[in-house]
T-cell receptor, first 119, second 113 residues
Framework: DTGVSQDPRHKITKRGQNVTFRCDPI?????LYWYRQTLGQGPEFLTY????????KSRLLSDRFSAERPKGSFSTLEIQRTEQGDSAMYLC?????????????????FGEGSRLTVL | AQSVTQPDIHITVSEGASLELRCNYS??????LFWYVQSPGQGLQLLLK????DTLVQGIKGFEAEFKRSQSSFNLRKPSVHWSDAAEYFC???????????WGAGTKLIIKP
């Protein structure tokens, strides 16, 4: 079990550029979440995958954000035309949950995050 | 609106002293409650969780939390803190029918030697 890994750990980009983050969850985990965290705040939910299906997306997420989990394994989060307000830590978490209930009753395993700075 | 409030942005305690971190929630459904810890340079780690049953739950690293429905609170406690407990602590709440968790803003714990 190598844990949840995220890449890159840090990304500095200019406003208007596109960025992509990758998350490799724990291999047997069927659930994957993306969160965003800014300084002094708790994580803010962005989107959720069960296997390869994106089942929930935050209403706060603009159409510049897109996420995929093509084979139910790794996931990517792309931000197009970045803005300074996108500067944050992007967190990925995974878990294994049996059945169809929505709440995750077990532990979410978080990666160390990808820090984005938009100049 | 659903929300989680951690009233203390930061708390300083002496090593060996007891600790209580406060968490209040506002949630229409039956809540599922969690405490996570975030150490510098590390990912968030689950300390403990409450779904039902005994309102006093035990977690890892000697932490415990008590659910008080009448006060909408889920405070985290530890009888004697260690320097390694210095970190940021987050309370989160979910419901049976939700995928996402609602998180508090966190409390940063500082340990005085």
């Amino acid at each position: 079990d190598t844990g949840v890994s995220q890449d890159p750990r840090h990304k500095i980009t200019k406003r208007g550029q596109n960025v992509t983050f990758r998350c490799d969850p724990i291999s047997e985990h069927n659930r994957l979440y993306w969160y965003r965290q800014t300084l002094g705040q708790g994580p803010e939910f962005l989107t959720y995958f069960q296997n390869e299906a994106q089942l929930e997306k935050s209403r706060l997420l603009s159409d510049r954000f897109s996420a995929e989990r093509p084979k139910g394994s790794f996931s990517t989060l792309e931000i197009q035309r970045t803005e300074q307000g996108d500067s944050a830590m992007y967190l990925c978490a995974s878990s294994f949950q049996r059945g169809a209930i929505k709440i995750n009753t077990g532990e979410l395993f978080f990666g160390e995050g990808s820090r984005l700075t938009v100049l | 609106a659903q929300s989680v409030t951690q009233p203390d942005i930061h708390i300083t305690v002496s090593e060996g002293a007891s600790l209580e971190l406060r968490c209040n929630y506002s949630y229409g459904a039956t809540p599922y409650l969690f405490w996570y810890v975030q150490s510098p340079g590390q990912g968030l780690q689950l300390l403990l969780k409450y779904f039902s049953g005994d309102t006093l739950v035990q977690g890892i690293k000697g932490f415990e939390a008590e659910f008080k429905r009448s006060q909408s609170s889920f405070n985290l406690r530890k009888p004697s803190v260690h320097w390694s407990d210095a970190a940021e602590y987050f309370c989160a709440v979910g419901a049976y029918s939700n995928y996402q968790l609602i998180w508090g803003a966190g409390t940063k714990l500082i340990i005085k030697p």
